[in-house]
């Protein structure tokens, strides 16, 4: 599928950023967003069912916490590594995402000197 055509089946509500600063920006904003959503989310509305559909159709039907674990933060942890996987494959520095990064490491230093 051309990149082109994605957005007729994944219209994004953002405009494309610009910089950076916007990516970063917008990434916090969800991050908090979602994380207040939440937050305020009881037992009885996580163990609740969601139900995705399309044009009618339902697709899965699971407990909203079980949505939540495996597709929300699966989804996250995915384009972080490929954020990974990018960086190095252009000689960047990948940053602290899980704790230092071999990159970012003093005890690796340490022992490398």
Known sequence: MATENVHQFCPSPFPEAKNRKEILDTFAESTAQ?????AKMD????IATWTGQMN?????S???LGFVR?????HIYH???????YLRLLNVAVPSIF????DENPFAATAAA
């Open 79 to 85: 384009h972080r590594g490929q954020l990974s996987v």
């Open 70 to 74: 495996t597709v929300m933060l699966n």
């Open 34 to 38: 979602a994380r207040d959503i939440l």
């Open 43 to 46: 037992d009885a509305t996580l």
């Open 99 to 102: 704790g230092p990064s071999a």
């Open 62 to 64: 699971v407990p909203r």
């Open 56 to 60: 009618g159709k339902t697709l899965m």
